[in-house]
C-alpha cells in the first residue's frame, strides 16, 4: 500500500479500511465527489447522503469507510497534503533538468493541477477552524520547495535571496490555482509572468 493509502485509511476514524483494488477505488471515487461537492456548496450544506449520490456508492458503504462528515473532511485535508507534498517535490526535481521557459510553464501546470483539491481544502480550512499550525505548515511547504527550486535554478544566490524570490513565486502559484477557471487568455498572462520573473530575477539573479 502506498503512503499516500495509508495516511487516507488513518484519516478514516473508526472505519472500514479497503482491503481490495476495488475498496481503494471506491474510497477515491468518494473523495473526489465529497472534494467537487465541498467546494460547491461549502462545508455545512453538504449531506453524506449526496456524497453517496454523487459517487455512486451505497450510502452503507459510504459511512462503512467514512463514518461521519468529519472523517470524510479529515481524509480530503490529508489527501491534499499529499497532493502538494507531490506536485512541489516534482517541481523541485524539474529546476534541475528543465530549461528555464518549459520550467516556467510546467511551474503553472502544477499549480494548475493543485487547484481543485485546493477549493475543497479552503472551504475545510475556514469551515473547521483547521489549526493555524496547519495551515503555516502548508505554506511552509510551499514556500521550502520552490526556494529548493531557485537554488538549483541560480546557486549563485544567498539563501535569503532564495527565499524572497520563492515568496513572490509563491504568489504566483497561488493565482495561477486560484484562476484556474478563468479561461485561456487569463492563463497566457499568468503563464508569461512566470517565465518573466523567472529570468528576471531568478535566473538572472
Known sequence: MSEQKNQVAETIAEGAEPKRRRGHLRVAAILEAASALFAAQGYDAVTMTEVAARSRTAIGSLYRFFPTKDALADALLGRFKERVDEELAALAREARTLPLEAFADSFVDHALAWAPDRAAALVLIEARSVAGAQ????????????????????????????????????????????????????????????RLYLKERVAGG
Open 135 to 194: 495551515r503555516g505548515q502548508l505554506r511552509a511547504a510551499l514556500r521550502n520547495r520552490l526556494a529548493e527550486a531557485v537554488a538549483a535554478i541560480n546557486p549563485k544566490l544567498s539563501a535569503q535571496e532564495a527565499d524572497a524570490r520563492a515568496g513572490l513565486l509563491q504568489l504566483i502559484f497561488k493565482m495561477a490555482a486560484a484562476n484556474a477557471g478563468e479561461g485561456e487568455a487569463a492563463l497566457r498572462e499568468i503563464r508569461a509572468l512566470a
